[in-house]
């Protein structure tokens, strides 16, 4: 049934992009802008109520690395605020460059976290059931995050 869908929609509307949970469609609009819909057409995990492709951790994690991942990631945010309110104040280009910079290297730093933790669980969970294919997904993890 999806594959008869995607097929139908393929014929149908160009340009389509297909991502994991769908199709995105994009539509030329009379201003001339773009609009795009995704469609959704199911996932891998069988929820039907997500449209992505959402998966849980099998060990959450504590109350107090959920708030030091937060407050980590607010800082962020307020770093990305400063540059944006720099750019509304027509600031100068270099000091605009340095909190770029500084945000990159919170956001690295944030990500290198999430590796870890998940190295430490969800790989070790995964090995322990017998499936090596996580080194595979962890190894192409490694290389989107560098």
Same mark, same amino acid.
């Given at each position: 049934?999806i594959k008869a &869908?995607? !097929?139908?929609?393929?014929?149908?509307?160009?340009?389509?992009?297909?991502?994991?949970?769908?199709?995105? =469609?994009?539509?030329n609009?009379?201003?001339?802008y773009?609009?795009k819909?995704?469609?959704?057409?199911?996932n891998t995990?069988? !929820? #039907?109520?997500?449209? @992505? @492709? @959402? *998966?849980?951790?099998?060990?959450? *994690?504590?109350? #107090?690395?959920? *708030?030091?991942l937060?407050? *980590?990631l607010?800082?962020?945010?307020?770093?990305l605020?400063?540059?944006k309110?720099m750019?509304?104040?027509?600031?100068?280009?270099?000091d605009?460059? =340095?909190? /770029?910079?500084? +945000?990159e290297? +919170?956001?690295?730093?944030f990500?290198y =976290?999430?590796?870890q933790?998940?190295?430490?669980s969800?790989? &070790?969970?995964e090995?322990?059931?017998? !499936?090596?294919?996580? &080194?595979?997904e /962890? &190894?192409?993890?490694?290389?989107?995050?560098?």
């Amino acid at each position: 049934m999806i594959k008869a &869908v995607r !097929n139908f929609l393929a014929a149908l509307i160009l340009p389509l992009t297909n991502t994991p949970y769908g199709y995105i =469609i994009t539509k030329n609009t009379p201003a001339g802008y773009s609009a795009k819909q995704v469609i959704f057409l199911g996932n891998t995990n069988n !929820n #039907e109520s997500c449209p @992505c @492709c @959402c *998966r849980h951790k099998a060990t959450p *994690r504590s109350d #107090e690395a959920q *708030r030091q991942l937060q407050s *980590r990631l607010n800082r962020i945010i307020g770093q990305l605020n400063g540059i944006k309110k720099m750019i509304e104040d027509n600031r100068y280009c270099g000091d605009i460059l =340095i909190q /770029t910079a500084a +945000a990159e290297s +919170a956001l690295k730093s944030f990500g290198y =976290i999430i590796l870890q933790d998940h190295m430490h669980s969800c790989v &070790v969970e995964e090995i322990r059931q017998g !499936n090596s294919a996580v &080194v595979d997904e /962890t &190894v192409e993890l490694i290389k989107k995050l560098k």
